[in-house]
C-alpha cells in the first residue's frame, strides 16, 4: 500500500506535464506545455551541434550535398509564418552504415548518406526532413525534458513526503513511469512530426504519397522486434496507417499550390 500512493502521484504529476496547455504547435494546433523559451532552443541546438558530429566525415559538394541542401531550404521556405525563428542548418554525414537523420532543437539538422539509398529520390528525403524539422518546430527535445523533470520532481517530492520506503522501489516505480508516460508521450511526438511533416513537404511541392512508400522501404528493411507498446516509436505499420489517413489533407495542399 505504501508504493501505491507514491507510485500513483508520479505518475498523475507527470501525466500533467502532457496536458496542461501553454504553447500551441505549429501545424498540428496541439496544446503543449513548455517552460522554456524559445531562444533556450537555438543556445541549446548550437551548442550540442558541434559536440554531436565534431570530427564526422561531412559531404561538402556533390549532388547528394545538393539535393540535401534543396530539400532543406525549400521545406524551411514552406514553413512561412510557422518558422519560430530558428537558425536553419544540415550538414550530409558521410557514413553509409547508419540510416539516420536527426534535428537538434534550434534547427541544426543532420543527415547521414546512409538513409539516401532509402529515401531514393529528393521527395523520399523530404519525408525524412521534414519529419526532423517538425521535430524542432514542435519542440519536441523541449517537451521531453520539462516531461523529463516533471517526472524526476515527482518522484523526489513523494520520496521526501510521503513515504521514506520510496526509495527501496524507486527503479520501480520510474520503470512503470516510463513505460505508462514517456513511452506513449515519445510515440505521440512521432506521430505529430509524421504529420506536420507530411504537410509540409505537400506545402513545399513535394508529393506527399511519398511518405507512406518511404515507411514501406524502411520496414522492409526490418525492425527490432521490440513490441510498439514498449518502444519510444510507432511501429512502421502504426506510422503508414497514421499517414494514410491524413494524406486527404495533405493531397489538397499539395494539388492546390
Known sequence: MKLRQPLALAVLFAGL????????????????????????DVTLGV??????IGGLPLVTSGPQFQMVQRAMDRLVAALGADDPGFEWEVRLIRDDNTVNAFCLPGGKMAVYTGILPVAQTEEGLAVVMGHEIAHAIARHGMQRMTLEYGVQGA??????????????????????????VSKPYGRDNELESDYIGLILMARAGYDPRNATKFWERMSSLGSSGTPEFLSTHPSHGHRIEELEAKMPEALAIYENR
Open 17 to 40: 506535464f502532457t496536458v496542461v496547455a501553454c504553447a500551441t504547435t505549429p501545424i498540428s494546433g496541439r496544446k503543449a506545455f513548455i517552460p522554456f523559451p524559445v531562444s533556450e
Open 47 to 52: 551548442a550540442a551541434y558541434d559536440q554531436s
Open 155 to 180: 518522484l523526489d517530492m513523494a520520496e521526501a513526503f510521503l513515504s521514506p520506503d520510496l526509495a527501496t522501489y524507486r527503479d520501480l516505480t520510474e520503470g512503470a513511469t516510463d513505460l505508462l
